[in-house]
C-alpha cells in the first residue's frame, strides 16, 4: 500500500503564533504533495500543491505568506501557518501522489488545528 | 474550473439493503471522476475511480459507480450494505492527473441494523 502520514494529529496554538504541520510519504517517492483544508460539515478545499524542489502553487484565494509550504525531499511537505489567528482553526489534510500513478492520492489522517 | 454536487448530506439505511449516493459535477472541460471514503479518525481511501473507457467503474468492499456524461453524473452503488460500510463518502473530480482534487460536502452513509 501507500501510506501517508502527519504530525501532529492535533495542535493548540495561540494567536500569534506560528505552528509547522509535516506531511510524509512513508512507503514511496511522491514528487507531488497536495494540501487541504476543510471546515466542519464541508467539503476538503484545495489549498496549494507542492511540487519537489519547487515553490508551490497556491489556489487562488490562499495567503502564500500566511501558509507557508515547503516540499524539500521527496517523501516531506511541511505547511506552517505563520502568525496564526482563531479563524485558521480548521482540519488541514494533506494528500501525495506517485511518479506515473494513475492520478490517484494517498491521504493522510489529517491534523486538527485549533487556535485560540 | 470544475465542482461537485453531493445533494445527500446524510443518507440513512437499514443493513443489507442497496444504496445509491449520488453525485453531480459540473465542468467546461473533460475530467477525472472518484469517490473516496472517510472512516472516523482515518483519511481519505480510494473507493473507485473512472479515467477513460467502461462508464461502469467497480471498485473495493463491493461498491460501483456509473458515469453519465449527458447527466454529468457519477453516482455511487452497493447492492447490499453493511455495518462496516458506516462513513463519509466524498465525490471528487480533477481535470488532470497533476490536479488537485475538487471535492463534494460529502454524504454520510449511516447504517441502520
Known amino acids: 500500500g501507500a501510506v501517508v502520514s502527519q504530525h501532529p494529529s492535533w495542535v493548540i496554538c495561540k494567536s500569534g503564533t506560528s505552528v509547522k504541520i509535516e506531511c510524509r510519504s512513508l512507503?514511496?517517492?511522491?514528487?507531488?504533495m497536495f494540501w487541504y483544508r476543510q471546515f466542519p460539515k464541508q467539503s476538503l478545499m484545495l489549498m496549494a500543491t507542492s511540487n519537489e524542489g519547487s515553490k508551490a502553487t497556491y489556489e487562488q484565494g490562499v495567503e502564500k505568506d500566511k501558509f507557508l509550504i515547503n516540499h524539500a525531499s521527496l517523501t516531506l511537505s511541511t505547511l506552517t501557518v505563520t502568525s496564526a489567528h482563531p479563524e485558521d482553526s480548521s482540519f488541514y489534510i494533506c494528500?501525495?501522489?506517485?511518479?506515473?500513478?494513475?492520478?490517484?492520492?494517498?491521504f493522510g489522517p489529517g491534523t486538527r488545528l485549533t487556535v485560540t | 474550473a470544475q465542482s461537485v454536487t453531493q445533494l445527500d448530506s446524510q443518507v440513512p439505511v437499514f443493513e443489507e439493503a442497496p444504496v445509491e449516493l449520488r453525485c453531480n459535477y459540473s465542468s467546461s472541460v473533460s475530467v477525472y471522476l472518484f469517490w473516496y471514503v472517510q472512516y472516523p479518525n482515518q483519511g481519505l481511501q480510494l473507493l473507485l475511480k473512472y479515467l477513460s473507457g467502461s462508464t461502469l467503474v467497480k471498485g473495493i468492499n463491493g461498491f460501483e459507480a456509473e458515469f453519465n456524461k449527458s447527466q454529468t453524473s457519477f453516482h455511487l452503488r452497493k447492492p447490499s450494505v453493511h455495518i462496516s460500510d458506516t462513513a463519509e463518502y466524498f465525490c471528487a473530480v480533477s481535470a488532470g492527473g497533476a490536479d488537485g482534487l475538487t471535492f463534494g460536502k460529502g454524504t454520510h452513509l449511516i447504517i441502520q441494523p
Open positions: 512507503d514511496f517517492q511522491a514528487t507531488t
Open positions: 494528500s501525495a501522489r506517485r511518479p506515473r500513478s494513475s492520478y490517484e492520492q494517498y
